[in-house]
């Protein structure tokens, strides 16, 4: 699907998985919250690679750094290495059917995640176990609905 491409989508897309991202949910809950701004970093990347690139993630990750109260830089070096893994396969990944593709989302959001808890745990001493993987399935889970949405996000605003 070759679509016009639209800053205001890319914008509105973004703000909305940052406000997804910091509303107050209860602590049973946030193990489950997946990762919207990844989920929309990686839609753009794959709709329009040519436009949206690293340093948009570069860009989104200091959004993330800032929004999650973490050390800077955490998330920009996180965002940056899914946004490289995308373009790197965006050609076969785009390819893939749905259930393919959000396979393909829990192991990037799975390896963002491995990095921003590897560099968490070097640079504060925490450990968070394994738990982000729940992070990363839930974002998978996710994957077919941001599609959908976006998609007509983009529909519309044409």
Known sequence: MHSR????????????????????????FLRFRPEWLSLIL???LL?????????????FGLVMDI???????????????????????????????VIQQSVVVFFLVSIQLMFVYLLSMILHGSDG???YLWLALTSALVWPLILILTDRLVLFLR
């Open 129 to 131: 176990g394994l738990s």
């Open 67 to 97: 929004i999650s109260g973490s050390t800077l830089g955490v998330y920009v070096l996180a965002y940056s290495v899914t946004a490289y893994l995308v373009l790197s396969m965006h050609q076969r990944l785009k390819m893939f059917p």
């Open 42 to 44: 990686i839609y753009w």
């Open 47 to 59: 709709r329009h690679p040519e436009s949206v690139g690293i340093t948009t993630a570069v860009f």
């Open 5 to 28: 491409f639209s800053w205001l989508a890319v914008f509105i897309s973004f703000l909305a998985a940052a406000v997804l991202e910091i509303v107050l949910l209860p602590d049973s």
